[in-house]
Structure formats: structure tokens, C-alpha cells
């Protein structure tokens, strides 16, 4: 193998044949641009269903004659129940102060404190929350509430909210994987048939190579080369116009505007790392294998 | 003798050896014509044995077709097309492979190459195409040297033997032309330059005049001519009878994919330089063109 050969014959086949060369860097460019821009707010969008989905709770209401010994006891067998991530302890008096902000007249109309002791069960799974409710709240076959311990006075996981909040997410994140599985599927054809087009366009020098005894990889190599250059090139003029958009756009905002500061989001460094090596590795790799088909002369 | 000539001579030698015992004599013909028997069979550069070659959908390419070729001859295949001349060259190159029967290239079965050794046999078989087949975005110089640079050959190499075959060929002029900006007559010079850069012990050459005017065709004739007298082993495709006629060498004839005459020519064993080709050639030519004017187009 000669590498300084095979670096010469992409150069100059790239310069010879200009036009699918910018073809093939405009493609790269563009869906790796488009990717760039989408996998973010996939991520984004992703983060922002999940908080929401983190949200789905189950509240399990003691008997408000309940004593601190009830209290240890009810917490000990949430925390040992199935399905359930935490528990947070919501005492009377906390529970009191919180609700008599939220609405000072109503409770000074009261004049006493009618809250009960609550615990916050997060259930492992948003999925969960009936599964969690029935756990601890089961109803008999005649309508009687069976309670695992006489302390909780109620289960309540407010079912027609949960549900609306789990079928939402889950149809947004449906369209988003969708949305994402087209886009990819969209730039391998784009960038394959750019491929395609400006080999078909040199088969005829592929068949000729191939009779005057030049081997299968004597061939392949500068095509691979120039696939990656061309692979690189475009990826990097897209990930310079990101880094453009993140700069001017987008850090600006990241501090008003909630979805772009996602605590989960990936990390521009690593987005770029992976948007280079698609960009290189599907145009190097895509020039090598749609070259097979011309070399079988 | 040209330099040339002598390291074609002294390569002939070292490539291509023939296996001891691989080539039987052969006696017939496909049409049962006796042939001349090789004087020594590792003589025999080409062999095809009762090879048949169908295409799909039942058309024959080639039907029980039996010749050597032995070392440092001209043969021509001549036949209309379709007659199978086109489909032998390619069995020659590895492009096909025969349905039936056995080809044999300096004693190689050519049944036998791996499909990844292919490149490698290949470059003991200069081809020339009547389409010329050069590289469109190379000049003169890098077409030529493509076929150097497939075999591994250094910037040195190259560089001290192309000028000869580039002189060889009357390129010396034309070097930094791209294939576009040449005649039909320089490209197909090109062509038989590249096919013969490696100084192949064989040279092949698919109607290499099929797209040239009269005088263009004797200088590709005389260039193959020389080739052969510089010791390559050449097999020229043709439907130009005339100029196979007058060429006065071996001749395989062709019809629908059998082999109807191989016969060398009364004048075969006179030897004329390159020259004395050309300018009978032309002779004759003129002379079938005048007879021609005087007594109307023939047929």
C-alpha cells in the first residue's frame, strides 16, 4: 500500500470532478446540520415529558389522629413496598403552612389545621402509580376498602390526571422517536445516493482500472479517502455553523428559556464528536461499499 | 534491436512461466482443420480446448472452440460481429468464464485464478478496446503510467520507462493531453501504450481499428506489428477481412461462435520491418481503392 499514491488519486479525482465532490460535501453538511439542530431537541423534548413524568405521585393519607410511632411504621412499609423509587414526608404542620400561602383566606376561614400527615410516594416507574395505589389501597370484591395498615386513611393517585399526563408524554416521545428514525433514515439515503451518483458517474473508469489489473483495494482506497474528506469537510463546516448557532443563539437564551438548560441534554463536545464521526464514517465507509458493485468486472 | 524490444525480450522470459506438463498439444480445430502443432508445448502462450461460452436466454457465444496460440505470434480472429471474436477476448481476460471447456494461458487454467487474483493475471495480458477505454480526467502521461502504478511500480520506474514506450507509440508530443483533446488515432495509441507499459508476454486488442479511418488503421496496425516483432504474443479481433488479408498473418475465422477457418496466410513466413508493412499497406490499399473507383463499390 502507498498512502502518499492513494492520497494524490483522491485529491486529484476530487478536484476532476468537482461538481459531485460538492454534492456530496453539500449533503454531508446539510444532515449533519439538520442533526445537529434535532438531537438536542429530541433530547430536550425527551427531558422536559420525563420531568413532567417525575411528577406522577401517589399520596397516601394517614388518619390525622395518627401517632409518630403509626408515622415510623407506615414510612418503614412504603420504603419495603415493589414499585416505589421515594418517600417524602409531608408532616401536618409543613403541609398546613404550604397550603395557607397558597390560600391564606380559606384557611384563616377555617381556623384549624385539617391536613392529615401525607407521605409523597414516587413511584419507581411513572407507569406504576396504580400499581403502587393497589399495593397499599385494595378494594374487596364488594366495594369495601381493604387497607394494608389501619394508620392510612386514604390512597390517592388521582388516576384521570396521571393518565393524561402519562398518554401525553408518551405520544410526544412516540412522534419524537419517529421523527428522529426518519431523519436518520432520510440522511443515509441522501448521503448514499449522493454517493451513488458520483460513482456511477466514474463506473466506466472503475472498469477500466479493473482491466488494466488494478486490485479491488488499489481502486477502493482513494474513493474511501476522498469520502472522508469530503465526510470531514462537511461535518465540520456544519459543526461550525452549530457552534455559530450555540454561541449567538442559544447560550443567550439558555438562561430564560427552561427546555435548553435540561440538566440532561447532551454536552456540545460530545454532540460534535459524534456528528464528526457519522459524518466521516457513513461517507467513507458508504464510497468503499457502493464501489463493490462497479468492481465486479 | 530498440531498447525497447530488448526489455520486452528479456521480460518475456521471467513472466508467465509455464507449467511443466499443463498444455497438451493440439491437434484440431473445432471445424476438425488441422492446426500446426506447437513445436514445444511451452511454446503455447494461448489454449482454448473445447470451450462453449452460452449467454442467458440460450444465445451462444462461443460453440466448441479449439486453437493455440503459441509464443511471438500475430493471429487475427476475424468474423462478423456477434460471431463470438469479442466473447474469446473476454474469456481471455477473465471477464466471463466458459460454460464448457478449458482455457489455458501460458499453461494456467484460467478456471483455477481466484477471483482476487484476477488483477494480478491481468497484468500479464495487455488489452486494447475498439472504445479506446482511457481515463477521461488523466493526460497521456498518467493514463500510461496507470497501468504501472496497479503493478507497484515506483516514480523511478515509471519515469525511466514510459518515454520509450511513449516514443514507441509517437506520443513524445502529446504527453500532458487529456484523452478529449486527442484524435481517435492518438487515443487508440494511447491505448495500446497502456497495454503495452508493462511489456505483457500478451497482448490483446478488441477492433482496435473498428472506430478508425484507413490510414489511421495502418498505423495502429504497424504499432501492433512491431509489438509482436519486439517478441509479444498478439491476437487481434477484427471484421476488417481486408486489412487481415493483407496483413498475412494467422487467421481464425469466426462464424456464429464456431470456428470455421484457421489458417496462416501463403506469404506468413516473410518477415518485413515495421516500414516495409506500412508502405505496403498503403500500396495495397490504393490499389483496392482505385480498383474500386474504376469498377464501382464491391457488391
Redesign the interface.
Known sequence: M?PG?FLKESL??MR??AVPSVAAFASVLVTTLVLGVFIPVVQATNGAADDVRGRVLVDVDLNTTATPAEVARVHAELVRAPHVKSVRFVSKQTGYEQERKLNPQAFALIGYNPLPDIFRVTPSNPGDSALVKAELDQSSPRGTRLVTDPAIAAVQNSQAETNQILSATRTIKLTMALLAALLIFASVLLISNTIRLSLFSRR??V??????????W?IRWPFVLEGLFLGALGGGAAIGLLALAKVTLVDPLANTVKLISQPDMIAFPLLIAILMGCAVAVSAAGSGLSLRRFLR? | MSPVETIARRRLNVTLPAREGAVRRPTTTGAGRAVRPARDRRDVVVELRGVSKLYGAGDTGLERATFAVRRQEMVFLVGPTGSGKSTIMRLL?K?LDPSEGVVRVAGHDLSEIAR?KI?????NVG?VFQDF?????RTVYENVA??L????ASRKQIRTTLPDILHLTGLSTKLHNYPHQLSGGEQQRVAVA?AFA?HPPLLLADEPTGNLDPETSIGIMQLLYRINRAGTTVIVATHDREMVDRMRRRVIELRRGRIVRDEATGLYAREENTNELGDRLRAETATVNAARGILGPKR
Do not use: C, H, W
Open positions: 502507498k499514491f486529484r479525482s476532476r470532478n466506466r473508469e472498469e477500466v482500472m479493473k482491466l488494466v489489473g488494478a486490485t479491488d488499489f468486472v | 481476460i471477464e482476487k488483477p494480478y493475471y491481468r497484468r488489452v477505454k482511457l481515463l477521461p480526467n496507470y497501468a502504478q496497479v503493478t507497484g497502456r508493462s
